[in-house]
């Protein structure tokens, strides 16, 4: 989907013009993929619009960044405030909201001391991530996630979506909205931008971090929902012809949200429509996000945007 693009993003502190956010081409994070990142979304509610879940995806930031050992000279606080802050000089709901983190323009080699640490928020309006109407088909990717001590899947990474890229080209050139990858070990890990979820005889599996997914939000959302229904959940490794004989199989994630997955290499998962599980969490996750239902785990940030700018 082409970005459309707002009047200001928020860089170091500062909100500037958007056309005035760019890099030099011989900054660090050209080069060399050095970056972390976040995805996250703003929800119209019935009057004005809220933030999901912002403390905890810029927290991950936080902890992104500290792996890579990038030191960001701005608090949980202040991030979350530029978030804010952003969203609200721009007047646009509902968002994706981008923070970024980079090296910058200073050192040429691999080891980046000495490139600057350059913090940058934008939003911008985007709708519906994975496509297929009811649910989407999917494939296993070719491609293997990284494995363990190569590099590090805990962190939001620009590097390792590199890896992403190459899912995602492939499930497309094969005519498939996205690709499913394994781990090293040939256990299920996630998909390009997404975690995944699998159901069978009433039980909802997930695959654990310990094989190569991101400590997704989204997903961390759902168990917490899904608990909080009374549902059985089990983080364990899942081969992968278990995909092939589930009830359900969906994909979480700031961009897909919560998406049922209709086939996987063109076997259909259950009738193929979207399951009665699926759609109950699905409900209440849209239900929260909205303002439709209460938000009972504290999940939403208030943003000051103009009810009339708010899509409903």
Known sequence: MP???TEK???NGTLIPWEQATI?????????????????????Q????????????MQRLLDSAKIYRMAIPFSLEELCAGVVDTIEANGIAPCYIRPIVIRGYGEIGVNPKGSPIEVYIANFPWGKYVAGHGGADVCISSWNRLAPN???AL?????????????????DANGYAEGIALDVNGYVSEGSGENVFVIRNGVIYTPPLANSALSGITRDSVLTIARHLGMTVI??????EMLYIADEVFFTGTAAEVTPIATIDKIKV???NPGAITKKIADEYFGIANGLKPDRFGWLTPVKVNPAVAAK
């Not at 019935?46 to 995806?57: D, I, K, N, Q, T």
């Not at 962190?155 to 499930?171: D, F, H, P, T, V």
Request: hydrophobic share 35%.
């Open 270 to 272: 259950g009738d193929g």
């Open 9 to 11: 993003i928020w860089h």
């Open 235 to 240: 983080e364990q490794s899942i081969p992968r």
């Open 46 to 57: 019935p009057s004005g619009a809220a933030v999901f879940r912002l403390p905890e995806h």
């Open 150 to 152: 190569t590099m590090p």
């Open 24 to 44: 030099h081409v011989i900054s660090h994070v050209v080069h060399y993929g050095s970056s972390v990142f976040e995805g996250i979304r703003c929800y119209g």
């Open 3 to 5: 970005i459309q693009p």
């Open 155 to 171: 962190a939001k990474a620009g590097a390792n979506y590199m890896n992403s890229q190459l899912i995602r080209m492939e499930a």
